[in-house]
């Protein structure tokens, strides 16, 4: 309401609109985890030891931002299947990629998180194998 929309109906359709992004993406990215550590005892092992281990401590928060493995795990399973597969924006100025590609004011950039996780020059010959102790190596 703070934004200048006096229009209740405009912000509960942002509001609503927000919530329902929040929750798909997030019930994506949950059952692709959940999916992967059951196809990879390993991984849950881990996971289950990082848990009995953090859960000696105060506070949820000093709980679980000490847990790497289960962080890594996370990552992980976003790379090979990220909740958003490929997205794009709108630059809101002019601007020149890294790569060089000068992209103006108005263009749209469009790029694809899903096949980027797929990489076999940026992940290995081995990128379809979830390993997350190798997450963010690539």
Sequence with gaps: ??????????????????IIAGRDTTSAALTWFFWLISCNFHVEKEILNEIMMENLKGS????????????????????LYPPVP??????????????GT????????????????????LWGKDWADFKPEMAGEG
């Design 60 to 79: 949820m928060y000093d709980e679980v931002k000490d847990m790497v493995y289960t962080h890594a795990s996370l990552c992980e399973s976003m790379r």
């Design 102 to 121: 000068v992209v103006k004011k108005g263009m749209r950039v469009t790029y694809h998180p899903y096949a980027m996780g797929r990489m076999e020059n």
């Design 86 to 99: 490929a997205d794009t924006k709108e630059a809101t100025g002019d601007d020149v990629l890294p790569d």
């Design 1 to 18: 309401m703070n934004s200048g929309h006096s229009d209740d109906a405009f912000v509960i359709d942002m509001v609503i609109s927000f």
